[in-house]
């Protein structure tokens, strides 16, 4: 059998009907930039996430420095994120000339709030949580220490749309929350896109003229900005796709599940939280994030019987990649690069792959 880590083709096939009756009723209209069918996705979206506002923008990274900059955040200012996340939260940073400040994650791979202490200066403004695999941070002692210190929160969602804390979904806790729409995600379209959620209707306003070249809704110019649009094909196929999202995300906390049940027993490994383990959290699964002391050896038995995985960021934390010049140590982060990998987990696998991945791994550690 062979298990591709996310199958790009397979994803299409899976939604073909609904995806090209939003493209051709695109095509057929002639309506692709800033029309209704992105209207209509933001007006969905702000609906589902329970936010006032959602714009949409040309892909999840734009979505972040757009929000920095919105929020007034300025050239020197010092924002805390997590070193176990994608380039693209410090590189967005970075963009607008602020410094990216990295803290440990926790058990669970995600923001460890009990880090944030550590790394505070008097030139920090800012805190980004990434809500990372599909599960959101712990954001009760985010926000009571981002409350202590008076700092703003910009949540990076790109893995998180759906999962939520104490039923709050993630992307709603802060000033600004962001998502991607990269093929792979939970909720992805057919290229890059990305979104931004706010209550802040200052923050709304600044975000809709700068991602237009600074226009305005009544067409004046108000401010330099970018090309950063959500195109209307994407933004369709994304409607069409929102309406099943909960489905997306029901299948993929079952096959969460079977893999936990699986492989529960087997000692070396470190699963992710159970969906039901803790009432707080709810849990979507955009990866599947295990450890696992015997990492390597693993990664190639799988290979062989043709699985695919991967280590996350191409094996490394953001602080591990030595040409961005960070000079800090994080020995827990550390630790879960040494151990960390991605099993297939999306909803184009059936039950028979899911318990070929499972049985293969059973049978590497009846050797190893």
Same mark, same amino acid.
């Given at each position: ?7 790009y083709q397979?994803l ?8 090209e009756?939003a493209?051709?009723?695109v ?8 029309q @209704?069918?992105?209207?209509d996705f ?6 589902y996430t329970?936010a006032?506002?959602?714009l949409?923008? %040309?892909?999840g990274?734009?979505a972040?420095w757009?929000?920095m900059?919105?929020?007034?955040l ?7 994120? !997590? ?6 939260t $410090?590189g967005?940073a970075?963009?607008i000339?602020?410094? $990216?400040?990295?803290?440990?994650c ?6 460890? $709030? ?7 200066? =008097?030139?920090?403004? %800012? ?25 703003l929160?910009?949540?990076? %969602?790109?893995?998180?749309?759906g999962?939520?804390? /104490? ?12 998502y991607?729409f990269? $093929?792979?995600?939970?909720l992805?379209?057919?290229g ?12 709304a306003? %600044?975000i ?14 108000n401010?330099?900005?970018i090309?950063?649009?959500?195109? =209307? ?12 999202l909960?489905?997306?995300i @029901?299948r993929?906390?079952?096959?969460? /599940?079977?893999y936990? =049940?699986?492989?529960g ?7 992710p939280?159970? !969906?039901n383990?803790?009432? /707080?959290?709810?849990?979507?699964f ?23 995985t ?21 020995p827990?982060t550390?630790k879960?690069f ?8 999306n909803?184009?696998?059936s039950?028979?792959e899911? =318990?070929y ?5 059973? @049978? ?5």
């Amino acid at each position: 059998m062979k298990i591709p880590f996310f199958n790009y083709q397979k994803l299409y096939v899976k939604n073909k009907e609904a995806i090209e009756e939003a493209f051709f009723s695109v095509m057929e209209r002639g309506a692709f930039i800033l029309q @209704s069918d992105l209207e209509d996705f933001e007006s969905a979206l702000a609906k589902y996430t329970g936010a006032q506002y959602a714009l949409g923008v %040309a892909n999840g990274t734009d979505a972040l420095w757009l929000s920095m900059l919105a929020a007034g955040l300025k050239s020197g200012d010092e924002v805390l994120m !997590p070193s176990h996340t994608y380039i693209a939260t $410090p590189g967005a940073a970075r963009f607008i000339g602020l410094n $990216p400040v990295l803290v440990e994650c926790g058990a669970d791979h995600l923001m460890d $709030p009990n880090d944030l202490q550590k790394q505070i200066t =008097n030139r920090t403004k %800012a805190i980004i949580p990434v809500q990372l695999n599909g599960r959101t941070c712990n954001m009760a002692d985010i926000i009571n220490f981002s409350n202590e210190n008076d700092l703003l929160i910009i949540e990076d %969602a790109a893995q998180g749309i759906g999962s939520k804390f /104490n039923n709050q979904m993630a992307g709603t806790f802060g000033i600004a929350g962001t998502y991607s729409f990269y $093929p792979a995600k939970t909720l992805g379209c057919y290229g890059d896109g990305g979104a931004v959620v706010t209550n802040d209707t200052k923050i709304a306003d %600044a975000i809709y003229e700068l991602r237009d070249h600074g226009r305005a809704k009544n067409g004046d110019y108000n401010r330099w900005g970018i090309n950063s649009r959500l195109d =209307n094909i994407q933004a369709a196929i994304l409607l069409s796709k929102l309406k099943t999202l909960d489905d997306e995300i @029901s299948r993929r906390r079952e096959i969460a /599940n079977r893999y936990i =049940n699986g492989l529960g027993d087997i000692a070396d490994l470190t699963l992710p939280p159970s !969906p039901n383990d803790n009432e /707080n959290y709810f849990d979507t699964f955009q990866n599947f994030e295990i450890e696992s002391g015997k990492r390597d050896k693993l990664k190639i038995y799988l290979s062989n019987q043709g699985i695919g995985t991967i280590v996350q960021w191409g094996g490394k934390a953001v602080h591990q990649i030595k040409c961005l010049g960070f000079d800090i140590h994080l020995p827990f982060t550390d630790k879960v690069f040494q151990r960390c990998l991605l099993l297939p987990m999306n909803t184009t696998l059936s039950d028979d792959e899911i =318990n070929y991945v499972i049985e293969n791994i059973r @049978s590497f550690y009846k050797f190893n």
